[in-house]
């Protein structure tokens, strides 16, 4: 008897094994539509090229038609209407996981697309996720204005060399995080003080102090791009959302990497969630392909953190968070660790503002 897999070629296992890849990516993809749905701002699901696999009733609104009959279409041609696709999604790819891209569409109403990449290698799945945010009428993303300061700053910089405007650009970018995210604006300034007492114990330079300063204040910058509900909400995220949290070292290294900065703040921001060992994001570089700058910020960041109460797991004390940090050994570089314990111990860790934070929304991912 001939079957359909005799007939393809296929052996009985190896179809078997497809049908349970196609299966998992399946299971997979239901999983995303249940989150997709659920996000407050319009959102497809699509192929590399661009077609759509699921939109949310929010895009569905936005593109005029019933969410069924869009997929299968490209997602340029029903929304943001154009010829071709953004080059947002030429750039993205499993190596280039989340970037941005801001469309006017004329009449004043601009949006800025969000993509980014969900790549599950054992499902050989590749799939890509398209937030679409309307930043001409939501003043809560404050993203104009913060890059306006920075352009303005780079600008100044570029003609009269004048650091502290761009010192003040950085600053009042840090400011627009307080509007969405008042938390989160004041993790970024305890991690600045956490890693300049560090700093100071090791003896880095001035230049590593000055970098430090001014990528600690942004350094959760990208979070502005991580739906709000996730960062709100009290119990664990699923894997899918994670893998949207954590893009937010990408994102912010994005926003930030154009800016002619003397120190190494985009890389320094980019970096700031990598680990000694290989096992951090978003590019799991190791060792000494992670700055002095970010090793100092995943320590301070670190300690920040867990002192801090979460939603989901109460405050340590700063002697547990050590302990923890100790347990993770290689993922953290131990001179700097033995820096900040030795400030600890000096009784210069002033973390008491992160202890007081009881309402916390912070997600560090
Ligand atoms: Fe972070």
């Known amino acids: 008897m001939t079957t359909p897999e005799h007939r393809s070629g296929r052996t009985p296992v190896i179809a078997a094994h497809d049908s349970a890849v196609r299966d998992d990516a399946t299971t997979k993809r239901g999983a995303w539509r249940a989150t997709i749905d659920s996000l407050s701002r319009p959102a497809i699901l699509a192929t590399q090229d661009g077609r759509i696999l699921r939109a949310n009733p929010l895009f569905a609104e936005l593109a005029g038609r019933q969410a069924a009959t869009l997929e299968g279409l490209f997602y340029w041609e029903v929304f943001p209407r154009r010829a071709g696709p953004l080059d947002l ?43 679409f945010i309307d930043v001409s009428a939501d003043l809560e993303v404050c993203t104009i204005a913060g ?45 600045v003080s956490v890693a300049l007492a560090i700093a100071d114990e090791l003896g880095t330079t001035q230049a590593v102090r000055r970098c430090l ?22 119990g664990p995220l699923n894997p899918a959302e994670l893998s949207i949290v954590r893009q937010h070292s990408q994102i912010g290294y ?34 000494e392909e992670i700055g002095i700058e970010a090793r100092v910020l995943a320590v301070a960041d670190t300690i920040d953190a867990m002192v801090s109460h979460r939603p989901y797991r109460i405050a340590m004390t700063p002697d547990m968070a050590f302990r923890q940090i100790e347990r993770v050994g290689g993922a953290y570089d131990r001179d700097i660790v033995d820096a900040a314990a030795e400030v600890a111990r000096k009784g210069r860790l002033d973390l008491s503002a992160a202890e007081d934070a009881t309402r916390t929304r912070d997600r560090q991912g």
């Open 89 to 131: 999604s030429l750039r993205l790819s499993p190596d280039y996981p989340a970037g941005s891209e801001t469309v006017a569409l004329g009449g004043g109403v601009t949006y800025e697309v969000l993509g980014s990449v969900l790549h599950a290698p054992k499902r050989r799945t590749t799939e890509y996720l398209y937030r």
């Open 147 to 191: 890059r306006m300061a920075l352009a303005k700053g780079a600008l100044a910089v570029a003609n009269s060399r004048l650091e502290q405007t761009l010192v003040n650009a950085v600053k009042a970018l840090a400011g627009t995080m307080q509007v969405r995210d008042p938390y989160t604006a004041a993790h970024q300034t305890r991690v």
């Open 213 to 234: 300063e001014l990528a600690g204040l942004v350094h959760d910058l990208g979070k502005h791009y991580v739906p709000v509900e996730f960062l709100l909400r009290p």
């Open 254 to 287: 994005e926003l930030l990497r154009n800016i002619e900065f003397d120190w190494p703040v985009p890389t320094a921001v980019h970096q700031h969630h990598e680990r000694l060992d290989g096992s951090g994001y978003p590019l799991a570089v190791a060792g």
